[in-house]
């Protein structure tokens, strides 16, 4: 079964949560308060040549990704070490986790730590802020924009690099680096006219997917749109590259289309950063296509899942 079948499967059983945001987005919602969790776990998240400082800055990336995705703001986290005695020095892991929190501003308020028999295992649990506006997957709108917050592909170079499949001459481990958009996520949950959001873990294909079932509207990213000028340096197919790599942790988003011009020069002045219009929302089913001149392609596969 994959993870989606079985969260499908787990939320049907539990039933109907009393609060206001449970299973089914990248945090749930409760008293104003986000919370998510995400989990790493060694030679399926990372491998065993990674650095302690590369592995914790990615386990704070990816939880911190959760929370901007809602819109919200990461404040705290409960960090869950599981860690074979002799893997790591005590004093390089105290260092990365201080690190790590500094750069995204959140505080470690706790956690938990056992030994492993023999791989890391590593979780994080974070709470945020919620902003004016929660931005979940199911309210992208008939007409609305498709936005990316940012070039992606080098997640999917990075990994094949890491895994020696080809050498591109790029940094090892930079996939490890890439940050989550701490600042974007707090600006787009106080603008008015986003509709929805989610950050890209399992790459754009999946996610769009996941935000035209969730609005029960159709995706229409257009090839021409994508941001693919670096990344045809290094590959022959950068579109699909950029549809399929993960743990990106850049946001896809979609805008009110009369709101769009005003909300891109507010992130410019505010932020010094640009946004990349890749698409459009039209009526459908739950679906998301690639359009490449007058040609649809569904791209509900494009991306990763774990099998349970
Ligand atoms: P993300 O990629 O944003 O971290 P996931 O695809 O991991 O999101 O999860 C989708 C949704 O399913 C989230 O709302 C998450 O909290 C929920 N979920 C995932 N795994 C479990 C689980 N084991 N038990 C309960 N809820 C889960
Ligand atoms: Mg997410």
Redesign the pocket.
Known sequence: MN??EF?DN??DALGKSQIEL???????CFNDVLI???IMVEDVHFTSEASIQDIIFKLFT?NVS?IA?MGGTAENVLLGLSIPSDRIDNKQLIDAIKSAAKHYGVNVIGGDTTSSLSSIFLSLTVTGRKGEHLLKRNGAKVGDIVCLSRPIGFGSLGLIQELESEDFGLPPFLHYRHTAEKELGTFLGNANGVTSC??I??GLGRESTHIAKSSGVKLVINAEQLPIEELSKYSEDPVSLMLESGEEFALLFTVNKHRFNDIRQNIFTSLGRDIIEIGVVREGDGEAVLKTGEQETSLSVKGYEHKI
């Not at 449970?22 to 749930?28: E, L, M, N, P, R």
């Open positions: 993870e989606f969260i787990l939320d449970s299973i089914g987005d990248d945090a749930a998510a969790k995400d990816c959760d995705a989610i950050d873990s399992d």
